[in-house]
């Protein structure tokens, strides 16, 4: 992607309609330095447009009062057009942030599209309705969308995250403004031409690239039901500030500083060659990265020398060349924070095993050299705080409960694994970590699995029922003394209000 992109349009309740304001987001390649892109930055104008076309979608429109079944058609017409295009999104977003193409297409790309395909099964097994015994009688409980979701995703994974909020939002009936970053807004528009191509009904979905001060302002419109954030805890501290002012529900996924236990018992080349994808992913600007490595005092040294060549193996440079390993950070204010931290560090008295500056060769782009550290102490700044960089740092333990605590002792608790040759044992230090996600002798998300954190990593799930029901809210009916529901509304197949098929309203 080396052509100027220019879009001169937002895309409003499902049409690209001419800006109310004047500002131009550039966007400029991490590897280049150059721009590559100019979008329209929403404005507070538009943000009324976009909440007034979704409060008529769920108050008066077809969206929410069809069947599960109608609209799964329409959700899976996108999903299956994302996977026909899922290397032009990888591209365009290796062309915005810096992940590497190879990777790309995985991560950023398959992976979104597999969010997609996930959500859809989850809500066609979902249970949308139940009857209970009550202490007066029979009451039915209700599961129904919860109304218009703001959701505003970070420039790192954007189209992973979109798919995230996006699917199970609509999917429930709810219709949808995705707040895209100033950084990678150019992907947003690949998605808005497919969301168009699929059918959803006027008002359903918009899309608004802008700053952080015309995401405050749409999270708290009082026109919002919900806002599901992916970002910094600073930033989901605010958010979650401002949505209270109306008391708007909100899913937060913030940062980490994960840990991977490496236990004496552990191949040394499977811990390494299984850590290290996941320690250096978008160059290490992933929030799920594991950049706190514990290892063994006994095997410090054999630890050491393996994951400092396993660094300095790593081929960086030009994000789009499919060799490419590890490429330029987002942004220049990326590369200066990871090269501060990479100071501190030093400053604090850890040792660089390796990297540790600039990449030689690479006079243009916001490249940081993988730097790995050793002789790190948990209570440094650089084992404390998230840089979102290619920085990691290797910390020794004593023993297995030194290696728990110092997991433990962190303020987040998004993500971690544990490496050893004993699986049972694997999974029982699994239970002793404070984390939302764990993994034993390997490291995934999976999408029908709970994903959320502990402490400072976030408020709330995604994926799975349990992120799925992050978009109903419950309704308890109590029925009449002698009900006997109908078969259809027993058997959720029909379209009447109150079937378990996921329809909010209907014809009865």
Known sequence: MTELVEHGQLFIGGELTDPLGTDVIEVVSPHTEEVIGRVPHASRADVDRAVAAARKAFDEGPWPRMTLDERIEVVTRIKDAFAVRHEEFARIISSENGTPFTSSVMVQALASMMVWDAAITTARGFTYEERRDGVLGKILVRREPVGVVAAVVPWNVPQFTAAAKLAPALLSGCPAILKVSPETPLDAYLLAEIAAEAGLPEGVLSILPADREVSEYLVGHPGVDKVSFTGSVAAGKRVMEVAARNLTRVTLELGGKSAAVILPDADARTAVDGISPFAWMINGQACVAQTRILVPRSRYDEFAEAFAAAASALKVGDPLDPATELGPLVAQRQQRRSLDYIRIGQEEGAKILTGGGRPAGLERGWYVEPTLFGDVDNSMRIAREEIFGPVICLLPYGDEAEAVRIANDSDYGLSGSVWTADDEHGIDIARQVRTGTYSVNTFSLDMFG???????????????????????????????????????????????AGTADGSAAGEA
Not at 456 to 465: A, C, I, K, M
């Open 450 to 496: 709970p994903f959320g954190g502990y402490k400072n990593s976030g408020l709330g799930r995604e994926f799975g029922p349990e992120g799925y029901g992050e978009y109903l809210e419950h309704k308890m009916i109590h029925l009449p003394a002698g009900y006997e529901p109908p078969v259809a509304a027993a058997g959720g197949t029909g379209t009447a």
